[in-house]
């Protein structure tokens, strides 16, 4: 059997990673299923385990200037209820799985599970978040798009612990989300995209473009979104062919029991294009 | 007398609602153990030896070598065993059950059980046919003689999933010399006969009781007897009490599913009309043929849609392929083929450049047409008012033209369709011969002893209705518990629309009987089936009457198309039914919802597949159904169209409900993207490559 | 193994216990409450729905551990307020039952849904409901009976 335990204070779960190998559980929406054995016999961990859901500490949002401050803890349904969260963030949340699982599920699970799916990310890469992650004796900060390395793969320490999550304040004229779900709701995503523009002065000031499950991680490339910065929108919709073409090469998706190859490609490029036409109309 | 449609309170709303009433699961017998199964990790082959493990006190294995019956499921065509012997020939073929009290320790022994295969290529193309029905009418082939054309097209149904929130699962107990099976069910007497003959018993040493059931739709007629059996020849053996209850992995994965069905058609075009029907239909039916030939033959008799078409050539195969068995689901067969003629009629009108509504009006099935076994549609038939009262309250006319524009992506859709009502041909005259028994009590109350089951459809609450209506007693005065074997005789499966309108008139006869006799102090009244006179079916020839009547339907459902992602909304759904007399008008309604929301979600949502033998679908997760956020508000109308041999004037409501909705969707979804659809689910993978390569 | 204390349904109740069973086994098995059901078992299906601290969670997806020192209400608990009588007869009325399977579920999921926004729009009731799949009504009378409820129970929520 495995040996578990429940975290009441954030020192305490710092204190027993220090000291032993554990694999954490926050809301355990994903934990809870992947491990999951049969009815009536514990879940099958495979592993040790600290639940870490009951640390009050890590349960709140909060602003300053520059950034929002979502602790590791807080459900979902907190965060979409906040004043404090950005529209963007509210919508992918409403998009995510339903109101029971919001209840229990955090951002930091959905980053800790680094699905390519996950529908957060999306979302978290294009706003540049930034994860607090701390130690015992040691706290780090790291862009999110560096702590994924690959499909579930995060660069996490066995003694660390995500404490929080440091959203940037960025001004957009427009930004959204779409998900491509094989249903309305309450489903995993076929493919995911979110975009963000800054117009000023009819001059592409910010441009910003994340895909989610059509590669092994979320898609965003800075360097294909600095070639379009700083141009005219006239001269961005004239060269849409060229934008969404740079993009197509790093789309591969793959097939599965959800969707085909073909469809995730193609609607891609289609929500890349549809993004263009916004910037175009508005 | 009050009008028995009008709608009352579900009997069992109460317990329902709160909580307290008792599934399977809910159910705790004192020292129970518990039952997994071992399964095939091939698909074909043999099996060339198993060890077991020696197994800790107290832990069984049960195989083929405990069934001291037959070993092999009593269904329709007895061709799946118990347990497997030896042979192999589907992936998760059940081997063993493995039973104890603790469950970790069951699945470890199953992990430490070895078998030695030897692994064979399975069969997945449709090849191996094995069952060939063939029928025609009128001038049959020879109509295609006189044709000036010829049109012709492919249709595709694909897998569909019961996914009953309830998964399967039975208790079974010793009684003394007793074997005996609680679970969920709708055919009691299928798995008492089934447990007959697999414990080679007496009749009166096996007993079957219905616990609540939480959702069935077909998934529960056949499949059950092949889990009673496994855990009846366990409970005999063991004298223990043990419950199997399938988890939904294990439910998915093995459980039978609607057949996938491949429609050919070609229509003799004379004049403008389809002149002839030529229809070649296959369906998969898995590794066993099971009840697939009666879901083939129902498909067959459902050709001509609900329209009359003169001359038919109608042919059509049951492959067998290494895949899971399919079985019994809501529209048995009629699904598969109304989504196909309803396309094909459609296509005919477009490629004649006639307007399809036009079209479809001047051929729809009237009073004494010959039915497409040249039987006769002998009570009137109102689609006529019903297609008109759809088009009003859906606005269909109008919205079908503009939305026609290309630019809009908005569509809607209209289905005409029928079903018959009870069993096909004489299976009611010939196999089922329904008993009902009532009973006048001492106290003034009468008891209804059928063994027809309420799966959620309201059996409890229309069968007591009825009883009461005609007894002009207090509904609280009517008795009608869970059907349990030793008490109620046998009036049949809770299949094929047939309760309400075959039990519910038997029991409106001895109800009657009761009635007159209700001064006396205790007895029993028991009434068996007698067929109407006029029905005459013959099952070799396909010819006559295959249902002793019809109930009607239209659908229109509205949709929205997103042109980035191609998927569907489902905007709106209007319905038009002639069910019959409504036994209580808002149970009429629930069906009409929940039914068309099966069918809706066959015809666009509901993806499930193989991939060489493998269901890829495993969970609820990956099976797509419609939650609350992918249906829409849904209006139904009915009409009043009273059977004469119905209780009230009764027909079959539960599958009709059904079987409209895929060629509504299919076709709203034509409406929004101008091309055209040739199988379902209507994915928005499908869609795409219709609006890249589809024909207008 | 550990001590686990929580409040269920008004009384709290305390065990010894391993942690890492799923609160819904431990509310089937150990307090014989078998109104939260087993649909799925992966959070899917809303079956085993019960409220933690007043909200709608899936008891399959929750461990023992994540409800120390918390509150539970199962439909056990609910149905004996009258908040529930008032859901209660709007789904008889309305005719939101079919198989009963989903039913304890929906209703938690109302009362989840009402306690935050007592007057809910249509979609806002199809939002607060897609985490309960039923196979039998269509949703359809499930979302009216809400709508009732949320109009006979003026003043409750
Ligand atoms: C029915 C259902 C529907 C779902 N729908 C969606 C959906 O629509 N979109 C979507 O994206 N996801 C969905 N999910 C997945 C899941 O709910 C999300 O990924 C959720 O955000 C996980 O959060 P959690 O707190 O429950 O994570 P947990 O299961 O507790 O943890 C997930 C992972 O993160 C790690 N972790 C958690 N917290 C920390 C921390 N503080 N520091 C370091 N590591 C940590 C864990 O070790 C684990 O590896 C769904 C799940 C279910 C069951
Ligand atoms: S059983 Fe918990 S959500 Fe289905
Ligand atoms: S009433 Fe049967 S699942 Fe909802």
Same mark, same amino acid.
């Given at each position: ?33 992947q491990?999951r ?27 300053d ?17 906040s ?8 919508d992918?949340?409403l998009?995510m ?29 294009? @706003?540049?978040? %930034? =994860?607090? *992650?701390?130690?015992i004796?040691? #706290?780090?900060?790291? &862009?999110? /798009? ?14 660390? @612990?995500?404490? %929080? =999550?440091? *959203?940037?304040?960025?001004n957009? #004229?427009?930004?959204? &989300?779409? /998900? ?68 197509e ?34 | 007398?009050?009008?028995i ?35 095939s ?29 037959k ?42 059980i ?43 149904t694909?897998y569909?999933?019961?996914?009953y929130i ?28 089934a ?12 007993r079957?009781i ?9 998934g529960?007629?056949e ?10 020849v ?8 043990i ?107 477009q ?33 006529p ?28 859709g ?62 609280e ?7 349990d074997?030793?008490f ?20 409106a ?9 209700w ?6 009244v ?105 249906m ?38 034509e ?17 795409m ?8 | ?57 899936n ?5 023992l ?93």
């Open positions: 059997m495995v040996k578990s335990l429940i975290a009441k204070s954030l020192n305490q779960a710092l204190e027993a990673l220090d000291n032993h190998s554990y694999q954490i559980v926050a809301g355990g929406t994903d934990m809870l299923i491990n054995s049969h009815t009536g016999m514990p879940i099958g961990y495979k592993q040790d385990i600290i639940y870490i859901n009951l640390i009050d500490e890590l349960n709140y949002i909060k602003e200037k520059e950034n929002i401050y979502i602790g590791a803890n807080t459900r979902l349904e907190t965060i979409l209820e004043d404090i969260t950005p529209k963007i963030l509210k992918v949340i998009e799985a339903s109101p029971a699982i919001r209840h229990t599920a955090t951002l930091a699970g959905n980053i800790g599970n680094a699905s390519p799916a996950g529908d957060s990310l999306v979302v978290l890469y294009l @706003l540049d978040c %930034k =994860l607090e *992650i701390k130690s004796n040691n #706290t780090r900060t790291v &862009f999110l /798009k560096d702590f994924i390395t690959g499909v579930r793969k995060i660069a996490l320490n066995n003694n660390e @612990l995500i404490t %929080k =999550l440091i *959203i940037p304040k960025t957009f #004229t427009n930004i959204y &989300f779409r /998900k491509v779900g094989p249903r309305l709701s309450d489903a995993i995503s076929k493919l995911s995209f979110a975009g963000g523009y800054l117009i000023e002065n009819n001059q592409i000031k910010d441009l910003r473009i994340a895909l989610g499950a059509v590669y092994i991680t979320i898609i965003r490339s800075r360097e294909i979104e600095k070639e379009f910065i700083g141009i005219t929108v006239d001269e961005l919709v004239e060269n849409k062919e060229k934008l969404i073409k740079a993009y090469p790093l789309i591969k998706p793959i097939d599965d029991q959800r969707s085909n190859r073909n469809y995730r490609k193609k609607v891609a490029l289609n929500l890349i294009k549809e993004f263009i036409s916004k910037i175009e109309e508005a | 007398m009050k009008d449609s009008k709608s009352i309170n579900k009997v069992d709303n109460e317990e329902k609602i709160s909580g307290s009433a008792k599934y399977t699961a809910d159910i705790k017998i004192e020292g129970m153990l518990f039952a997994m199964t071992l399964r990790s091939i698909r074909k082959g043999e099996i060339k030896n198993i060890s077991y493990p020696d197994l800790p006190k107290g832990y069984y294995i049960i195989d083929y070598k405990d069934v001291q019956g070993n092999v499921v009593k269904v329709i065509f007895d061709d799946m065993p118990i347990f497997t012997e030896k042979k192999i020939s589907y992936l998760y073929e059940p081997i063993a059950l493995v039973i104890g009290p603790d469950k970790q320790k069951i699945v470890e022994i199953i992990d430490m070895e078998i030695e295969y030897k692994e064979e290529e399975p069969l997945l193309a449709w090849t191996d046919s094995v069952l060939d029905y063939h029928f025609d009418k009128g001038i049959g082939l020879k109509a295609f003689d006189e044709a000036d054309k010829v049109i012709t097209y492919d249709y595709q694909g569909q999933e019961q996914a309830e998964t399967q699962g039975f208790i079974g107990y010793p009684e003394g010399e007793k074997t005996t099976l609680i679970g969920s069910i709708q055919c009691p007497y299928y798995v008492k006969n447990l007959i003959q697999a414990l080679g018993e007496r009749e009166e040493n096996v079957v219905q616990s609540t059931v939480g959702g069935a739709f077909g529960k007629e499949f059950p007897s092949l889990m009673g059996c496994q855990l009846a366990a409970v005999k053996k063991i004298k223990k009490p419950q199997l209850i399938y988890e939904r992995e294990e439910d998915m994965l093995v459980t039978t599913k609607r057949h996938p069905a491949k429609i050919n058609f070609e229509a003799a075009i004379k004049d403008n009309k389809i002149y002839g029907l030529k229809a070649k239909v296959g369906i998969d039916a898995g590794a066993t043929i099971g009840l697939s030939g009666v879901v083939l033959s129902r498909a067959l008799l459902a050709c001509t849609g609900a329209y009359t078409i003169d001359n038919l050539d109608i042919s059509g195969n049951v492959y067998r392929t290494n895949t899971v068995p399919n079985g019994a689901f809501r529209g048995f067969g009629a699904p598969q083929m109304m989504f196909a003629i309803e396309m094909f009629v459609e296509h005919i009108a490629d004649l450049n006639i307007n399809p509504l036009e079209f479809r009006n001047s051929i729809v099935a009237k009073q004494n047409d010959l039915t497409s076994t040249s039987g006769i549609y002998r009570d009137p038939i109102l689609m008012e019903m297609i008109e009262k759809a088009i009003e309250v859906s606005n269909y006319l109008e919205k079908k033209k503009t939305y026609s524009n290309p630019n809009i992506y908005k569509g809607i209209m289905s005409y369709f029928f079903h018959g009502c009870g069993f096909t041909g004489s299976g009611e005259k010939d196999t089922i011969k329904a008993r009902v028994k009532l009973r006048k009590t001492k106290d003034n109350k009468a008891e209804i002893l059928i063994a027809a089951v309420d799966m959620g459809q309201g059996v409890k609450t229309t069968f007591r209705k009825l009883v009461a209506n005609i007894l002009e007693i207090g509904i005065d009517v008795i009608f518990n869970n059907p074997t030793d109620v005789p046998d009036s049949g499966p809770t299949v094929a629309s047939r309760t309400m309108m075959i039990v519910g008139g038997l029991v006869r001895a109800t009657r009987e009761i009635k007159k006799r001064h006396e102090k205790e007895f029993i028991e009434k068996e089936y007698e067929q109407p006179e006029y029905i005459k079916y013959d099952e070799k020839t396909f010819k006559g009457d295959a249902y002793p009547a019809y109930s009607w339907g239209v659908n229109v459902v509205e949709v929205e198309v997103d042109k980035t992602t191609y998927q569907v909304k489902i905007v709106k759904t209007w319905s038009v039914y002639d069910g019959g007399k409504a036994i209580d008008e808002r149970i009429v309604f629930g069906q009409a919802d929940g039914g068309l929301a099966q069918g809706i979600g066959y015809g666009y949502l509901e993806v499930m597949n193989h991939k060489d033998g493998r269901i890829q679908q495993k969970n609820m997760t990956d099976y797509i159904i419609p939650t609350a956020l992918d829409c508000d849904m209006e139904t109308y009915l009409y009043d169209n009273p059977y004469a041999y119905g209780p009230y004037g009764a027909k079959g409501v539960g599958e009709l409900t059904l079987v409209g909705g895929a060629p509504a969707v299919a076709k709203a979804i409406n929004a993207i101008n091309k055209r659809v040739y199988k379902i689910p209507v994915t928005p993978e499908y869609i490559e219709l609006i890249d390569n589809g024909k207008n | 193994m550990a001590k686990i204390k929580f409040k269920l349904n008004d009384k709290t109740v305390e065990l010894e216990s391993d942690i890492n069973r799923r609160l819904l086994d431990v509310l089937r098995d150990d307090f014989s409450l078998t109104g939260p059901k087993e649909g799925c078992g992966e959070g899917e299906c809303g079956a085993c729905a019960v409220l933690l601290n007043q909200k709608i969670v008891s399959c997806c929750t461990p551990a994540n409800v120390d020192g918390q509150e539970i209400v199962t439909i056990e608990g609910f149905s004996k307020t009258k908040r529930y009588q008032i859901i209660k007869d709007a789904f008889s009325e309305m005719g939101g039952v079919q198989c009963g399977f989903c039913t304890p579920g929906m209703v938690i999921a109302a009362e989840s849904l009402l306690n935050k926004n007592p007057h809910p729009t249509d979609q806002e009731i199809r939002i607060a409901l897609s985490g309960n799949l039923c196979r039998c009504t269509g949703y359809n009378m499930i979302v009216k009976a809400i709508k009732k409820a949320a109009k006979d129970g003026e003043g409750l929520w």
